[in-house]
């Protein structure tokens, strides 16, 4: 099975939730989930907040956050998951962001820079990956990170 598969049935056994907050991976991640049939038993939803603007008006990402460590950071990944999940009322969420390349846009931070964040019911945790220049492998590699990250929490909490 798929690992978006086996997350769906730990998130079903356990009666949790998730949602998630994209910047780099654009919805790619999100429809992992929304591929699956009965995803909408735990999958809250999402919000593509490509734009810092989306970070900081829907997501209430803080622009001192923004400005202070950058858009591609622990930090804004982290208040990324924090906001969704209370904006969804989920019991796990996940965010991305970082510099897919070729261009760096809001950041100053170099190509391949990645975060990821995942919040649990009780923890928040920021990840940093450096995936290098290949715009599709960074946002291929992210989904498959963020998955893989996620998995691995909730076999640790069942």
């Not at 998130?11 to 780099?24: H, M, Q």
């Not at 290098?132 to 640790?156: D, F």
């Amino acid at each position: 099975n798929p690992i978006e598969k086996e997350i769906g049935k730990l998130l079903t056994k356990s009666n949790k939730t998730l949602s998630i907050a994209e910047s780099l991976t654009g919805g790619l991640l999100s429809s992992r989930f929304t591929s699956i049939s009965g995803a909408s038993n735990y999958f809250k939803g999402s919000i593509i907040a490509y734009n810092s603007s989306i970070k900081e008006k829907i997501l209430g990402v803080k622009s001192e956050t923004i400005k202070k460590y950058s858009v591609v950071s622990s930090q804004v990944s982290n208040e990324m998951a924090t906001k969704i999940k209370s904006l969804l009322v989920s019991d796990y969420s996940i965010s991305t962001t970082g510099n897919a390349g070729p261009l760096k846009g809001d950041s100053d931070k170099p190509i391949g820079k990645i975060f990821i964040s995942i919040a649990t019911p009780t923890e928040l945790e920021s990840f940093e990956f450096n995936f290098g220049n290949s715009r599709e492998k960074n946002v291929q590699k992210t989904v498959n990170k963020a998955l893989e990250l996620l998995y691995s929490k909730l076999l640790t909490r069942n």
